[in-house]
């Protein structure tokens, strides 16, 4: 189907030359997207036709501004079927710059999304961890394999992304993929910040994202209880690489630390109060929100432990984070602990049973956590039956229902009349 494709000739009357002359514009126009520049031509106002288009009159100056104009079409249609015939889609930009002699960079999805993995590269264990590079270059090669699969192709220039791109490579990640919801959300996000550095840097006329919501499903992640805890903390573990795991996950259930803050945790990070206590002062990997945790007697002990054992100036002995999760199911068997356990259950059990289920204000608990306001600790800290009871108990108590009440009930048993 043939695209809406037209060429406008028009003078700039809003600025006029020295002379006195108008500048001859064009205007080109494809699909409601357009491109403007000059011509280099120029005319006395009085001597231009509007509805035409053109110089008026059959004057030798006429005659050769609109032979000028003509050969201008021409060469815009001739661009323009050239760029259909090998089966691209044209834009005003890409006319404009066929004519001035600009050669089009080759922008292709994969060069934009390797220009960011590379940028993100830069950035790691600064202001990036592992794992989010790690995840990026995962990205990466779903697109290339999607790519191959859908397109039976190596890349794609970036004009043919469309919206019917970006749906596929959500139902490729979903369907063929198995991966799951939210996973597969953040792996859109990371396609749209390729496109949206696309856009922003002239290489994409429309955004492929425009009319698309990224949502995520809230995710029920469990803690482990006191109880659960202590069996943690308690049971003899003969093999070392499991007692490390114990370990390194038992601190970050004392401090509320995620996997890449623990990972990257120094002695910089460290520091005595006022008050003689030592506490940990760190700005997270993932936000850079500063999190203040004063350091309990279980995470000091560890610290104790693998101090100077480590290379790079870190404190403890975190391998990486498939491991981690690996040995953290192996743990969770030897326990006896009948939770999925992950390194993020850790932060879930530091904000609900250490914290929240201790009596520590919701304010404080986002302050170690490193949040910067109230709602994304409450995801973290769960509101359990054990404090809803406890919270309940405490209003009976200030209502005094369970000895003399200072509050009457409105209703005795006689006064109520039977349902019917």
Known sequence: MRS????????????????????????????GEKVEF??????????????????????????EINLKLDKMRVEFNNHYEKIRSVGS?????????????????????????KKIVDEKGKQLGVSISKSTYSKYELVYRRLQEYIKQEYKNTDLPLYSIDDDFVNGFEIFLRVDKKVGHNATAKMMQKLKTSTT?????????????????????????????????????EKDIQNARLRRVRDIFVFSCFTGLAYSDTYYLTEEHLYKANDGKMWIKKPRQKTKVIADIPLLEVPLQILDKYRGQQTGGRLLPVCSNQKVNQYLKELATVCGINKELTYHVARYTFATSLTLLHDVPMASIAKMLGHTNIRQTQHYAKATNILLSRSMQNLSEQLNLRGKSSVSCPLKPSDSAPLK
């Open 89 to 113: 889609f044209p834009t005003p930009l890409m006319l404009k710059n066929a004519y001035l002699g600009i050669k089009a960079k080759s922008h292709t999805m994969l060069t934009v999304f």
């Open 197 to 233: 550095y696309a856009k922003s840097h002239g290489m994409m006329q429309e955004d492929p994202f425009y009319d698309k919501k990224i949502t995520f499903e809230d995710v029920d992640v469990p803690y482990l209880t006191m109880e659960e805890l202590q069996a943690v903390m």
């Open 38 to 63: 000059s011509t280099k031509l120029e005319i006395e106002e009085k001597k231009w036709d509007i509805k035409s288009a053109k110089a008026a009159g059959r004057t030798p100056a006429a005659n």
């Open 4 to 31: 809406t494709f037209r060429v406008l000739f028009y003078l700039k009357k809003g600025a006029p030359l020295k002379n006195g002359m108008l500048p001859i514009m064009v205007r080109i126009t494809i699909d």
